[in-house]
């Protein structure tokens, strides 16, 4: 995987990571008051692993979520 950067100030260059990041803030960051940084990193992780890539149907995958649709990729790459 290849990482890309967007122009500065362009926040419509990379619009799909833009909106995760809103969607983390709203669903996670906000409503959260963190103790220590090993408690937010392991939320984040736990937030993103399950709830963001396992129940959350996504738009631009047909409306499959990322786990769905990668298990899908994988199977049709072996066929």
Do not use: W
């Not at 890309?4 to 926040?11: E, L």
């Not at 990571?17 to 103790?35: A, D, G, R």
């Not at 963001?52 to 996504?58: A, F, K, M, S, T």
């Amino acid at each position: 995987m290849i990482g890309s950067m967007s122009r500065k100030g362009n926040g419509y260059d990379n619009a799909c990571i833009e909106s995760f990041h809103s969607t983390l803030k709203k669903e996670l960051v906000y409503q959260t008051k963190f103790k220590t940084r090993k408690q937010a990193v392991s939320a984040l992780y736990a937030y993103i692993e399950f709830d963001y890539n396992r129940l959350r149907p996504h738009p631009t995958l047909g409306y499959e979520t990322a786990h769905r649709f990668e298990q899908i990729y994988k199977k049709n790459q072996v066929a």
